[in-house]
């Protein structure tokens, strides 16, 4: 049986990629496998991913890795498969109807009565952060940054080094992969491959607060 905490123990932020080794085929369908099912707030899924594997791809996303973002470039550059987290800019209501009619194709929704359930559900949610809170991007973003430690622990149980990436210019990524013109906007991005020797942070320790300042049990 797998042990969870081993993995959380032993993955790390990589630093350095080995640009000669790929990520196997299959391992890559399993990547996009855990991004699709990854946990939204009322299934809500406000992203779109991008994913690099190849140079000029890569190429394209490393360009918002220039100037005071450099240190992130090598890594963009050589890591076997790189994926950029977009948000919704906006959650509009075609994309609520599109995500509930695929509810009900993969048989979730067997009623009109748990069709409608649903819908009124999520647009009660959803309507509060558009209208009430006014924080629907923000909200959005959040339900992203869950997809984000989907990919890092399940990379990590793969075999797959991976490194998040928040240090890039967005609004140069944006430009350059045309998100606005398609109502999206870059949140983060993660370099995935396997580790160089030259990756300093795996021959560090981990290092976390102890378990007395950060878990409080009732």
């Known amino acids: 049986m797998m042990n969870i905490a081993d993995i959380a123990l032993s993955r790390h932020a990589t630093k350095a990629f080995d640009p000669a080794r790929k990520i196997p085929a299959e391992l890559a369908g399993q990547i996009e496998t855990l991004l699709r099912f990854s946990p939204s ?29 450099g240190a992130n470039e090598p890594k963009i550059r050589n890591a076997s498969h790189v994926v950029v987290f977009c948000t919704r800019a906006a959650m509009d209501d075609a994309h609520l109807a599109a995500v509930l009619a695929q509810e009900a194709r993969d048989g979730r929704l067997p009623t009109d009565e748990a069709r409608a359930n649903q819908h009124r559900g999520r647009s009660f949610y959803v309507n509060m952060h558009r209208f009430e809170r006014r924080d629907a991007q923000h909200w959005m973003e959040k339900q992203v940054y869950l997809a984000v430690g989907t990919l890092l622990l399940g990379a990590g149980a793969l075999g797959i080094d991976a490194c998040p990436i928040e240090g890039f210019d967005q609004a140069l990524l944006d430009e350059e992969l045309g998100l606005r013109e398609r109502g999206l906007t870059s949140a983060v991005i993660v370099a995935l491959g396997y580790r160089s ?10 290092s976390r607060l102890p378990t007395e300042a950060v878990i409080t049990r009732l």
């Open 41 to 69: 707030s009322t299934n809500a899924q406000p992203w779109h991913f991008f994913i690099a594997d190849n140079d000029a791809g890569k190429a394209r996303i490393a360009k918002a890795a220039q100037g005071a973002y």
């Open 197 to 206: 020797d030259d990756d300093f942070n795996a021959k560090l320790p981990k």
